[in-house]
């Protein structure tokens, strides 16, 4: 763990933004974030398709489209990623931050054997011999769990499960320590079972490496069993953001309400959806963007967009009624 993530941060964005030129215009696909996540801690990022969440962290490691416009602060340590030359990323990317892509198989090159791509991404970063290498990638495998890890090794991608796969992704991800581990969608369409211990494994990480752990999700249920923080974002911004136990409890942005309304085992014996669909974020609406579908919202919240996160009881929202929101719900 570097020194700087030990002082401070480990991850930090200030007013940080994305948009992507298009024929019909510019899409603003994520609109200022604020936010800092600590070493040692895993924060969700929860929201509907299109919220920003992916592009977020995909804006950080320098891996969105040439054309992409990227402004703000985004900061690993002391190092800003913001406008970094090409080959700081490389040295970046796999050593001070790693991302676990949701499709395992996609990311995994299918003609090399796994402990190959293992031992490549370590020697990318470490001056090690090929067999210290190898030894490491072998310890790698099994400690994120994968059974008979020297012959396992010595297969290629396609005589793995999916889990099992998932597992290969986080042991490459963590092969050299990095100080932030982004995990996006790492348990999608597997079975529970799987999904699991793949979480499992990623609070390790988060406790054996003391690392600061992102994970992207839509699940909420994964979210109660792993987060120690929460980020919901809409319309490319942050809504609501606060400790895991809090925002279950009482969420005070009514995106978020909504949210825990649409999931199984909550209050509801039938599930309640929010109605309408996200922004179209070329022509965003006036007003608070949730305005549309908020079934709290009045006429203010058709005069300007929220501030940023402000604090309202043991919550960060963005809602001109939060207090009021809070109040009822109390």
Known sequence: MSAEAERGAALSFRDFRVSFPTMAGEVQAVRGI???????????????????????????????????????????????????????????????????????????????????????????HQSMSKRDAHRRSVELLDMVGIPQPDERARQYPHEFS????????????????PDVLIADEPTTALDVTVQAQILEV????????????????HDLGVVARVADRVQVMYAGRAVERGDIRP????????????????????????????????????????????????????????TGEPPPLMQHGDLETACVRADELVEARA
């Open 34 to 124: 604020d936010l800092d996540v600590h070493p040692g801690e895993l924060l969700a990022v929860v929201g509907e398709s299109g919220s920003g969440k992916s592009v977020t962290f995909l804006g950080l490691m320098g891996l969105l489209p040439p054309r992409t416009k990227i402004t703000g602060s985004a900061k690993v340590g002391d190092l800003e990623l913001v406008g970094a030359k090409p080959q700081v990323m490389r040295k970046v990317r796999g050593k001070r931050v790693a991302m676990i892509f949701q499709d395992p198989l996609s990311a995994l090159n299918p003609v090399q054997r796994i402990g190959h791509q293992i031992v490549e991404m370590i020697q990318s």
């Open 202 to 217: 990623l609070e390790r990480v988060k406790t054996e490496l003391n690392a600061a752990v992102v994970l992207i999700t």
């Open 247 to 302: 925002l279950f409890d009482h969420p005070s942005h009514p995106y978020t309400r909504g949210l825990m309304l649409s999931l199984p085992g909550t209050e509801h014996a039938r599930l309640i959806p929010i109605k309408g669909s996200p922004p179209n974020m070329l022509r965003p609406p006036s007003g608070c963007p949730f305005r549309p579908r908020c079934d709290h919202a009045e006429a203010k919240c058709d």
């Open 162 to 177: 999916g889990g099992m796969r998932q597992r290969v992704m986080i042991a490459m991800a963590i092969a050299n320590d």
